[in-house]
Every structure is written in C-alpha cells, then in structure tokens.
C-alpha cells in the first residue's frame, strides 16, 4: 500500500460535492484529482471508470450510490473531496458527507438546471450552515446554458448567489472562461488533457457582459466590509486578493455564493476551481466548532480527541473500513483509542486516506483530516473515537426515515437461514437500511428509503454474501376489537378416571377507547372463585383475544369482567380455569359486534405547490383523509391519515405526479375499523392463506 504526505490543519480543506443526481459530481471530482495529480488516470462515468465510482452496483446502474471521499492536491493543499449519490433514495450518504464537510460544492447541470436533488441539498447545506459554491457543470453539452441556469439558482436556491466566472461560448462552442477576479480570459488549449490554457484579452463580444458582472462583483464584495466600501466609493476598485479575502469572508457568513463553470471531461475550469476551493474555503481551523453540551472542540492537534466515523463500509479480503473526521486532536498509526459511545477500546492500525477505493497508508492525520481505518471491532457509523481520557460523543448524523418497506424471504432455504447473519450486515454499511423478522406476520421486513434503494442493497447481498432474495408484498398487522357489549360463560370439565378437570366462570365484554388497550376487572364476590385461580381466567382471555374471530388478528382496546363462577375443591386447577377462560372470551366476543381494524399511517407529504391538488387528489382515491396544509417559501407539506394497505409502493406514484420534487415521511397513527368490503377481503385472503 502507497503512503501519502502529511498535512497540517491549515493546509486542509473538507468539501462534500453535492447535486441532483446526473448534474456530474463524479465527473467533476475524477476531473479535480485527475488535473491536481493525485490520480493518473482521467476516468469516465460512461465507462465505468471514474475514480469515485467503483462499486458494481454503481457502474451496474451508472450512478453513484455511496459517498467516497477522494483528495486533490494544489498549492500544498489537501482538498478532500466527498462524493456524494445525487438520488434521494441515498440521501443519507449526502447526509453524512455535508455533516463532516467544513463546505460544499453543488453541482448543477448547464442542461438540466436546478433540479429536486438540488434544492434538496442546499436545504442539507442551510441546515448546517456551510459555505458554498455552485459550479454549473457540463458547458460543453448541447443546449447548456450558463445564463439560464444562473437565472434558476437565483430563483429558486439564493438571491445571493454570484458569479465569478463567465463562459466563453457554450455547448460544442465553449472555449473558455472569463475570470471576474483578473478580468482575464482563460482560453483553453484543445486536446490537453490537464486543461493548460492561455491567458488574454476578453473577447470584444464578451467585454459589456463582463464589466456588468465585474461591477456587481466589487459593488457585493464592498458591502461586505466597511474600508472597502469606502475605498470602493471613493472611485478605487478592489484588488484580487481584496476580493478573494472579501468574497471568503462573505462565503463563511452566507452572505454570497460564488457561481462558477466548466466541462469536466475536457477539464476546462478545473485549475481555476482547484485554486478557489484552497482560497476561498475554511481550512478546519477556521470553520464552525464542534461543540458537546458546553464544551468547545475546535480543530487543533492538541486539543482531545473528538473523531465522528460517518461511514462504515466493508470489502472482500479487508473486513470493515471506517471513515472518520478528525474534529479536534491529532491521530498516529497504531494509536490506541476507545469508542466514546460504549467505553470499549480499539486501535488504529494501517491508518489511511482514500482516494476512491485506493489506501494510501499514513503515519499521522491532524485536526480536521478525514482519515480511513480497518477492522475496528466495536465501532460503527456515527461513533465518536476518543481518548481514555476524555470521553466524547458528537453530534450524530441525523439519517432519514426508512419507510419504505417489503417482504423479503431467501430463495433457497440455504438463502434463508444465512438472513439473519447478513442483513445486519448491510445495516451497518448503510444505517438508512434496515431488516427484522416479524412474527406476527411471519414475515422478514426490509426496509429503506425507496424502491431503488431497497432493490441496490439486495443486488449488494447478492453479490457480497452470496445470499439472494425474493420479494412480496407486506401483510398488514391488522386488530380486531368489539363495538358492544355482552356476557356469557365459560366452562371446562374434563372427568376421565383420576382426578378431573373442572372451572367455570361468567365474563362480561365491553369496548374501550380507541388506544386504551386490554383491562380486567376482577368483580367476584364471596369466595364464588377462589382468588388464586381469577389470573388463571385473566390469562386464558388475554390468549384467546391473541387470535381475533373475524380474521384471526389480535384483539385489542376491550375490558374483561370476571363476575361469577363455580369451583370444584378437588378437580379445579389454574389450567381448568385458563381454559374456561378462553371459552368464555369466544363465547361472548362473538355477541359483541365483533369489527377489524386497520392500522393508520400519518403521511406528511412535502411538494412545490403545483402539485398539491393532485397530491390531495391522490391521497383521497387511497381512502386518504386530508388532515391540513403548511405551505413555506413555494413548498407545501400536505398531511393526511391514510390506511397502510393503501400505501403500498407510494413513493413510486409520488415520483411520478411529482417528477420526483416531492418525498414524503410516515408515522403509524393508530387504528380505525376498516370498512365492511375490506373485512370482508382480508378475512378471504386469510382463509385461502390457512388453506394453504
């Protein structure tokens, strides 16, 4: 394994590259370590080559599904660079890049525009208060568009945004770029692989366009700072570094976001981006502090160990790798370690940087570093390593919630019984994925955060584990109560030579409030049955009502009376009174209107506003019930209550009426009594099920 050089806190930088899913973040990463030299070969997406994107799965699908950290070297710097899925069935990968990233890059298509994946994570960025730069990818393509593109991140992202480079042409015809802090054209030299490029003039066409977004660039960056201004006023102009230094402390107060532009695969405006991430964003040092409950951790090496793994990942031959961020202390190869969650200890062997699924082994990482490490044995995506003498745990990745669910079983019974070993496996490369074994409906569960997600990560067993599965549909947990009530009796006798079996007791059955749950009461008078056998009656009800009469499901929200009865004083028992009364639950749920319940989803659905009457309309033919609307800067979350069986495969729907600017979230909201043509159904299902 290679070894790679050591840099110190301020010669880092920490940049999660973000964007709709196809708007070229591979591309453009492959493209930076490519020109910078860390990579020695310029790869591509179209033929699975690109650096970052090394999966099978990825370069099965063509799309990335995992962050993978890289790095660029320029101007003795380290740029980490975190690859980010642009799809939001892997969104919690974009999730955990953007929680230990000190800035971002968000990539936006010259074709495509801003897209869902866009706003989405500039939402990811807002919330953690990060720096940011646009870089409209993809100038090369037919139909780019620079000036519109610009026109939909102001519109639809940030009025603060800004560019600082302007194209020179676009689509087959893009041959530069015009830098707004030289006033210069870089124009590139065709057919060198590295974008070399020869400084000018800017081109007669270009010079009104230019000094209109030069002038908006010194008159944004003066109002930053008070000496600017004035010397701007006074008739100066600001220097480059001027306005480099201005436009970073703009960017560190969200106070502007520069826009910049490029082709990838031709590698034109990669040098200029390369340069601007070192000078523009916050080494760890300068960026926000971690902070646990009182307690400060900025980035610097004598300070206590605080390191967040926030991704776990395992490879054939390897075992387990774990991604780490150093936010505060220094760290060495061999170092020994423990996990602030639990207090176990691990040591840091073959400590090691990635670039895309390449190690290169090193002998120490400062603060603020994003380090690799295999085989620790206790630890896991979102631990904190500390020291022994400081215990830490940072702030977690907040994950998404996996709604999405489906029925899964191995193929072969060989499949099935090696279930249990490796789905958590796959959690543990993916917290965002999860499986469990319900045995109510004898059914193993998967669930994720889409269809896609679900159908990848069963491709991943597949392919890692050798265990291959097949999906259903999820049986519903569906309760059955009563709706009036009624008593009876419920007697055991059993006489078969020897001692007998003998209990009898009268029950009375009455609804109770939705939610309320089971209750008995214990209502015998004068010793009719005695005390010691009235939990034996308790105990039969309770397991009789574990199998309902309308459709074979639980019983719940209903009270038990145990009134009257007779004993036997030689051959009654704690069995003979269980059984009378299980017999007397039977006897009398059948007198009580009987009904089945159907388990309730809270569904908040999240869409731009032009989709909320067909959204509603939707959610209505699901048997919906519309609870409100919260509309918010063009956005509106419609929430409503909507029977879980009616949801099976929503997420699919909601893409499509929505193009896929909609997610939704879903919280179980108790049960209602279902509608006769639905008991009905579900009791016919369950009938042919036991047929069978």
């Known amino acids: 394994m290679a070894s790679a050089k050591e840099y110190t806190t301020d010669r880092i930088r920490n940049v999660a ?168 054209a870089h124009l590139y030299k065709k057919g060198t692989a590295t974008g070399e490029y020869d400084e000018g003039d800017i081109p007669d066409d270009l010079k009104a366009k230019e000094a209109q977004w030069e002038t908006e660039l010194q008159e944004t960056l003066a109002t930053t700072d008070e000496n600017l201004l004035e010397a701007y006023l006074e008739g100066g102009t600001i220097s480059r570094d001027e306005a480099i230094d201005a436009m970073a402390r703009g960017m560190s107060r969200q106070e502007v976001y520069p826009v910049f532009c490029g082709a990838s695969t031709l590698t034109y405006g990669i040098r200029a981006l390369l340069r601007k991430l070192v000078e523009l964003c916050p080494n760890p040092a300068e960026a926000r502090v971690e902070v646990v409950g009182e307690k400060q951790y900025p980035a610097d090496d004598n300070g206590p160990l605080a390191a967040l793994v926030f991704k776990t990942a395992a490879e054939p031959h390897v075992g387990e790798l774990s ?134 990560q069963f491709e991943r067993m597949a392919r890692k584990y ?51 749950g089971y209750e008995f009461v214990n209502a015998i008078k004068g010793g009719v049955i005695p005390g010691k056998f009235v939990p034996s009656v308790d105990r039969g009800i309770q397991e009789a009502a574990q199998r309902g009469i309308v459709a074979g499901f639980q019983f719940v929200d209903f009270a038990a009376e145990c009134y009257d009865g007779s004993y036997h004083a030689v051959d009654s028992s704690d069995i003979a009174f269980k059984l009378a009364g299980s017999q007397a639950f039977r006897s009398v749920a059948d007198k009580c209107g009987p009904v089945l319940l159907e388990p309730i989803i809270d569904v908040a659905v999240t869409t731009p506003d032009e989709y909320v009457g067909d959204i509603m309309g939707d959610l209505t033919s699901r048997r919906g019930k519309v609870q409100g609307l919260a509309p918010e800067n063009g956005r509106t979350t419609v929430r409503a209550l909507v029977p879980e069986s009616e949801l099976y495969k929503y997420a699919a729907t909601l893409r499509s009426i929505t193009q896929g600017r909609a997610h939704h979230t879903r919280a179980h909201a108790g049960y209602e009594q279902a509608p006769d043509n639905i008991a009905q159904k579900v009791r016919a299902e369950r009938e042919a099920e036991e047929a069978h």
């Not at 139909?143 to 689509?171: C, M, N, W, Y």
């Not at 999820?474 to 007697?491: S, V």
Request: proline share 4%; glycine share 10%.
């Open 323 to 456: 991604y780490f961020r150093i936010f505060s202390g220094k760290v060495t190869n061999g170092a020994e370690v423990v996990n602030g969650s639990d207090g176990q200890p691990e040591k840091l062997n073959h400590l090691s940087i990635s670039l895309g699924k390449e190690r290169l082994e090193v002998t120490a990482l400062h603060a603020g570093d994003i380090g690799v490490i295999a085989k620790l044995k206790h630890t896991h995506t979102n631990d904190t390593l500390c020291s022994r003498e400081r215990n830490v745990v940072l702030d977690k990745i907040n994950f998404p919630s996996a709604d999405i669910s489906i029925a899964i079983r191995g193929v072969t019974r060989a499949d099935e019984d090696k279930l249990g070993e490796v789905l958590p496996k796959l959690h543990e490369e993916d917290p965002t994925f999860s499986a469990s074994f319900n045995s109510e409906l004898h059914q193993t569960i998967a669930r994720g955060v889409g269809e896609l997600h679900l159908d990848i």
């Open 466 to 516: 050798g265990v291959h599965v097949k999906t259903e549909q999820p049986k519903i947990a569906y309760r059955e109560t009563i709706t009036k009530q009624a008593e009876g009796q419920g007697r055991h006798k059993k006489q078969s030579g020897g001692r007998g079996q003998f209990g009898d007791c009268w029950v009375r059955l009455r609804p109770n409030p939705r939610g309320a």
């Open 17 to 184: 590259v973000v964007g709709h899913g196809g708007s070229g973040k591979t591309s453009l990463i492959d493209s930076l370590c490519f020109v910078s030299g860390t990579s020695k070969r310029h790869g591509s997406v179209d033929d699975g080559q690109a650096l970052t994107m090394h999966a099978p799965e990825e370069q099965a699908h063509g799309i990335s599904i995992q962050l993978t950290p890289a790095f660029a070297e320029h101007l003795d710097t380290k740029i980490n660079l975190l690859d980010t899925p642009g799809y939001l069935d892997f969104t919690g990968e974009a999730l955990a890049a953007v929680r230990v990233a000190d800035a971002a890059i968000i990539v936006v298509s010259a074709t495509s525009g801003v897209e869902v994946g866009t706003e989405r994570v500039w939402e990811y960025c807002e919330a953690r208060g990060i720096p940011r730069i646009f870089f409209v990818s993809m100038m090369d393509k037919d139909h780019a568009d620079f000036d519109s593109v610009f026109a939909q991140i102001k519109g639809r992202l940030t009025d603060r945004a800004l560019p600082v480079e302007i194209p020179i042409g676009e689509g087959p015809g893009f041959s530069g770029i015009i830098n707004l802090f030289s006033e210069r």
